[in-house]
């Protein structure tokens, strides 16, 4: 009788060169999809969508495993790359998967972001590079979740003073008081200041208390040699000039 096994049978203790699929863990469906995402970016980073981004930040916080769910729900929860930037430590670590290390990257990266915008315009004729003015003030308060009130503090050649958050309040609003912010212009010897704040709901309109308080503060600056250039208010809908609307 033949010792040879039937036809399409090895031996016994012999491979047929084909994997049996026992004991060989399947290859992770992401394998390969970090460089694929990273030379995308490389050749169309203007294109990739915002949870795509929000990987390739995530994966100098994960070495290893897949972040395309954390991303998306990062997105989910928040709304996009800016808004996730922007949120609150303890409201990122409620996400699952976040944990320490992708928050520092996160807030690493809005702080970098805000720096950014602030060297184009600082040690500038503000009011000549004035869409500068706008991208940081959005850059640094569109997004954020309570209200807050900030001032720009110009020489009299217009140049960057210095640039403070005056008041931080809720959702809605946020206290200011007129005689403080003169009196902080006369400290730093300001002749002019543009006031910035944002609406957390998104809309940048006006409101009623918006106009009235900017008034009060021009009708205090102007005798004391203070000009207000504007009063800009940003929000995740876009911004509105008080310049623009006729409102100074």
């Given at each position: ?226 000009v207000v250039h504007d009063h800009l ?16």
């Amino acid at each position: 009788m033949s010792d040879e096994p039937p036809p399409g049978r090895a031996r016994r203790g012999t491979s047929t060169g084909k994997p049996s699929g026992k004991g060989l863990a399947e290859a992770p469906h992401f394998l390969g999809h970090r460089q694929r995402l990273r030379e995308r970016f490389s050749q169309t980073a203007d294109a990739l969508p915002d949870y795509e981004l929000l990987e390739l930040v995530l994966f100098r916080s994960i070495a290893r495993g897949d972040v395309k769910g954390i991303a998306k729900a990062l997105i989910a929860r928040f709304g996009s790359f800016a808004e996730v930037l922007a949120a609150a430590p303890e409201l990122l670590g409620e996400v699952k998967g976040v944990g320490p290390a992708i928050i520092h990257d996160l807030k690493l990266i809005e702080q970098a972001s805000k720096r950014v915008a602030m060297g184009a315009i600082r040690n500038r004729q503000v009011l000549g590079s004035y869409n500068s003015v706008v991208d940081y003030c959005r850059t640094a308060m569109a997004f954020a979740e309570l209200e807050e009130f900030r001032l720009l503090f110009l020489d009299k050649k217009n140049g960057l003073i210095g640039d403070e958050v005056m008041q931080r309040g809720t959702v809605d609003h946020t206290p200011v008081y007129p005689r403080e912010i003169v009196r902080r212009a006369l400290q730093l010897n300001a002749s002019a200041i543009i006031l910035a704040h944002n609406h957390p709901s998104g809309d940048p309109t006006p409101s009623r208390a918006d106009i009235e308080m900017t008034r009060e503060i021009v009708n205090l600056a102007e005798p004391l040699g203070i000009v207000v250039h504007d009063h800009l208010i940003v929000g995740r809908k876009g911004h509105a000039s008080f310049r623009a609307l006729g409102l100074l």
